[in-house]
């Protein structure tokens, strides 16, 4: 016997309600409020997601005050992934700007105005610390210093150059040794040692990674400083 066109429209709806209901058991969806607004013809309220957390500069988890740069550092993962310098949500060293190299990666920031004047790497196992003598000796007073390391940091760092480091607020880089891993931030004319610098010692018993200590992560805020005076 032939079903006429109503009766088969409702065998047609009857099948897609119980394809629909399969589909969502073996997915894992909601098929029966899927089928229910299908014959009810209501509509469905969207599904309610949990909030995202708000994204502050540089991936903080709060904003900087008012005249306050926010940073992010994050040291290098042994010698495959290199480190990154993050300002003000601005990108200033990374592999992808592809300005990085072994050993140390600093970017030097105007302390006033919080402009970004340069940034250079130092090769600390096979370079020449008279490099990075030359580039650290003439900064002015109220230059911000970033600091992070990459693979091996320390080997040719020499008494004076641990001493320039030590007037910009470090206290770690006195006993930073071979494929230590290091950030910090300093200043050129700081009066107390800086609240911004981790370091982390490779030893064998620890390291994350064969031959080398875990990355470091830092962040933070930096006041800006008032116009230097004449």
């Known amino acids: ?40 013809g209501t509509k469905e309220e969207p599904t309610q997601s949990e909030p995202r957390p708000r994204r502050y500069k540089c991936g903080l988890s709060a904003p900087c005050p008012s005249k306050h740069l926010a940073f992010r550092l994050v040291s290098g993962a042994a010698n495959v992934i290199g480190p990154k310098i993050c300002l003000e949500d601005k990108i200033l060293v990374s592999s992808v700007k592809n300005n990085v190299g072994r050993g140390l990666n600093i970017a030097l920031v105007n302390g006033v105005t919080g402009e970004l004047l340069e940034t250079r790497t130092f090769d600390m196992w096979a ?8 580039f650290l000796r003439p900064l002015h007073e109220g ?30 880089v006195k006993e930073l040794a071979f494929r230590d ?6 200043a050129k004319g700081i009066e107390n040692k800086s609240p911004f610098e981790q370091r982390m010692k490779n030893s064998k018993s620890s ?24």
């Open 1 to 40: 016997m032939r079903l006429t066109a109503p009766l088969r429209g409702v065998v047609v709806l009857l099948l897609v309600g119980f394809t629909w209901l399969l589909a969502s058991a073996l997915f894992g969806g909601d098929g029966s409020l899927s089928v229910r607004s299908i014959f009810t």
């Open 127 to 134: 370079g020449d610390v008279s490099n990075l003598l030359k």
């Open 143 to 172: 230059t911000l210093v970033f600091v992070a390391s990459f693979d091996d940091a320390a080997t040719k760092l020499n008494d004076e150059s641990r001493r320039l480091f030590e007037e910009l607020g470090s206290t770690a």
């Open 181 to 186: 891993s290091w950030v910090f931030v300093g």
């Open 207 to 230: 390291n994350k990674y064969e031959g080398w200590p875990e990355s470091l992560e830092m962040d933070g805020c930096i006041p800006l400083r008032p116009p230097l005076e004449g």
